[in-house]
């Protein structure tokens, strides 16, 4: 919508479309508000946002370049008898730091390098050249591009004929659940012995020029998360019906770095005992320790801020078990505390079984879609949205402290009841944050291979890496194979996370260099090729106070990702502001489908189906009846008992 056809006035206005901000957009539509989100980029998403390799390439570029400063206008004249101006930053050049970029794939196609002795490696002032280079050939290419993008993905005007518009996806997933007393593996199962030695097919070489030919079929996060089965986000989206904007897929395993080696983790009884990592006394003290963890006991409480290592180890579990327990099923370091260990792994055999194998889900097309499904959300219900559009000032009623309207980029003065700010719109003078200010270290690489090859190619892992020496942070990855539709085929993308100690090259380089093959690598090994990475540290959201600034009272901040694996913080975050501004009314209820919409003049009572709230429970009937009718042909197939 152009900026002269926005309405002077609007219940709520949002700047940013993070997942905390869209989330309250679409909450705030959902219960009839008039919603005006807006802005100043040209994606949505903000950090939580998901890129072609071009449009990445576009990102690195804007943040490699100095932002001109800003221009401060007068809008006094807009002022009212006791009003005071709040202006805003346009700029957040501290949410992202040193940026690194390497390419390590040929520059040019296989056929035309096929006398040449090998890829050339390429520095970052040459990859910095090739950007500025495909910039230059392919903008009129990426323009055309971004603008597919936002007329395929995302809405601007508020119109009931968009629902048919979106592609409604249901939540595809397994409905067969595998619970921690589980089934047997099916056939297709992987072992975690998927044997690195057994010969491997010939990797077809992939070049630079192919990843930049090929670049809309990327859609690569800046941030690396999953969705826990019985999280808050994948809640919110079954109570919502927000679900049916997107797909998803099972995570389908769950891989730790021990010894030089990727090892699949056992997680369900069926993983267990199919495992040839453990021996039978292992398997048999695994499922001990694991049922004995579902509730707590005394024996938990005696262990309360004693570390959650020690109590593993007073549990007579081997050196295979405690780091299986702590690295990848609680997912804690040594010195976390026996209670947020136990609870840790309460939610991860909760999460166990709900839709597949392992606790987590994974969006198709990456998660910049969560975002985006929330704002058709709020469009669907009346929210209206304009991208490169900001706001440069609030307008305060000193008397009440609280914001009256805002004026926006155009100069347009819109009165609201209440304003959500991402935080990097507030000027730091008036923001209290937690010193000193938290960052994330990521690494992001397009690798030929995966670190666990495996028959089936359509393998989503997260993959723990305990710390590699005295001091080094743990490490967090995610390897996505092209059936995410987030990577091309020959390729998989790899998103390593872990907290900051340094810079991102500092911290993840040495994980990278002993997991994948790289120049810096000691030796070729069967290990998967890097053939592009970037690296650079984000702003950690956990360490932004939600509470104390010096803002008008009905204004409120959002932060952006945190480094945890799931989505709680976002969440929490967007019900709480939500609560505060609309405390009588329900958080985000059900959508109607638009099969079940009977509009005005047809026959009959308006009515809404219950959603997939209700398809849940159907599910969990249709769950229980099978487990049922498989007790009973395992009764009928059992030998009768010697006398």
Not at 237 to 260: D, M
Request: hydrophobic share 35%; with cysteine.
């Amino acid at each position: 919508m152009a900026a002269e056809d926005l309405p002077s006035e609007f219940d709520v206005v949002i700047l940013g479309t993070g997942l905390a901000e869209s989330v309250v957009a679409a909450a705030c539509s959902r219960v009839g508000q008039r919603v005006l989100h807006l802005d100043r980029r040209s994606y949505y998403a903000a950090n939580w946002a998901s890129f072609t390799f071009n449009g990445l390439l576009t990102w690195i570029q804007q943040h490699q370049e100095e932002s001109p400063p800003e221009e401060v206008q007068d809008w006094s004249g807009q002022l009212e008898e006791g009003d005071e101006l709040i202006y805003l930053s346009n700029s957040d050049p501290a949410s992202i730091r040193n940026l690194q970029v390497f390419c390590y794939a040929s520059e040019e196609d296989e056929e035309e390098e096929a006398d040449s002795p090998g890829p050339p490696d390429t520095t970052e002032e040459e990859e910095e050249e090739a950007v500025k280079e495909t910039s230059e050939t392919e903008s009129a290419d990426s323009k055309d591009e971004e603008r597919t993008h936002q007329v395929r993905r995302n809405f601007i005007t508020p119109a009931a004929h968009h629902l048919t518009a979106i592609n409604a996806h249901l939540l595809s997933v397994q409905s067969q659940a595998v619970h921690i007393e589980g089934e047997e593996p099916e056939a297709d199962q992987p072992r975690p012995s998927a044997a690195p030695s057994q010969s491997q097919p010939t990797r077809k070489k992939i070049s630079y020029a192919q990843l930049v030919k090929e670049g809309r079929r990327f859609n690569i996060d800046l941030v690396s998360k999953v969705m826990y089965s019985r999280g808050s986000l994948v809640d919110l989206l079954i109570k919502s019906n927000v679900s049916r904007y997107a797909e998803f897929k099972n995570v389908t395993r769950i891989l730790t770095y021990r010894h030089g080696n990727v090892e699949q983790v056992p997680c369900s009884r069926a993983d267990v005992f199919a495992s040839r990592q453990l021996s039978v006394v292992e398997k048999r003290k695994l499922m001990r320790f694991l049922t004995s963890c579902v509730e707590e006991t005394e024996e938990h409480q005696a262990y309360s801020g004693r570390p959650y290592v020690e109590f593993l180890r007073d549990q007579q579990l081997g050196d295979n078990l405690q780091h299986f327990l702590l690295h990848s099923i609680a997912m804690v370091t040594e010195d976390t505390p026996t209670e947020q260990g136990l609870a840790s792994t309460r939610h991860f055999l909760r999460c166990l079984g709900r839709y597949g194998n392992t606790p987590f889900l994974f969006p198709v097309y990456g998660l910049g879609e969560i975002p985006q499904c929330f704002c058709r959300m709020s469009a669907v219900f009346g929210g209206i949205y304009c991208l490169r559009h900001s706001l440069l000032c609030l307008l305060l009623d000193t008397p009440s402290n609280s914001c009256k309207a805002v004026i926006d980029s155009r100069g347009q003065r819109i009165s609201c009841s209440h304003v959500v700010l991402e935080d990097g719109y507030v000027p730091a003078n008036r923001k209290r944050v937690a010193l000193p200010p938290r960052f994330v270290s990521r690494a992001i690489l397009i690798t030929d291979s995966s670190v666990l090859p495996s028959e089936s190619e359509q393998q989503v892992s997260v993959v723990t890496v305990p710390p590699i020496a005295a001091g080094c942070p743990a490490v967090r990855m995610v390897e996505l194979s092209p059936s995410t539709m987030t990577c091309i085929p020959g390729t998989h993308l790899v998103h390593l996370t872990c907290q900051s100690v340094g810079s991102a090259y500092e911290d993840l380089s040495p994980v990278v260099t002993r997991m994948f093959h790289t120049p810096e690598s000691p030796d070729r090994g069967s290990r998967p090729s890097v053939l592009w990475c970037l690296y650079f540290n984000m702003a950690d959201g956990w360490g932004a106070e939600p509470d104390g600034h010096d803002l008008p009272s009905n204004v409120f901040l959002c932060s952006g990702p945190d480094a945890a694996l799931g989505h709680d913080h976002a969440i929490r975050q967007a019900e709480s502001i939500f609560q505060k501004i609309l405390p009588e009314e329900d958080f985000c209820p059900p959508a109607p489908n638009p099969e079940d919409i009977i509009y005005d003049g047809d026959n009959g009572s308006s009515s809404t189906a219950g959603g997939l709230e209700e398809r849940e429970e159907e599910r969990e009937e249709e769950r229980e009846e099978e487990c049922e009718e498989e007790k009973e042909v395992l009764e009928d197939a059992s030998p009768p008992a010697e006398e």
